[in-house]
């Protein structure tokens, strides 16, 4: 990209989930609650029975708790689990002479 090329956001898919859409999705990605919550960064507890446990992702997962994902959120776990229906997540081609930029 050269210093004149404008840049533009690209905009993304962020509709808020309903519990069931999140629960679909953290199941088509094979993750656990507590493994789903770790990878969006939500705080995990010891459950009673001395499992790990995320009750943030579970009050998300309700259908009876009035929180929600928000949709950016919702959008970046879909890009990490690859489930997003436009956009994929790809490394950043390397920068040419980035050897010679850092001597």
Do not use: C, I
């Amino acid at each position: 990209m050269t210093p004149e090329t404008p840049l533009f956001p690209t905009p993304l898919l962020m509709l808020t989930p309903t519990g069931d859409q999140l629960k679909a999705a953290r199941t088509a990605a094979g993750l656990s609650q507590a493994q789903a919550a770790q990878l969006m960064g939500y705080p995990l507890q010891t459950g009673s029975r001395g499992g790990v446990q995320s009750r943030t992702w579970q009050a998300l997962e309700s259908t009876s708790d009035e929180r929600n994902m928000q949709g950016p959120v919702f959008a970046m776990f879909l890009l990490l689990t690859g489930q997003h229906p436009e956009f994929v997540l790809a490394p950043r081609a390397p920068v040419a002479n980035a050897a010679a930029a850092d001597g």
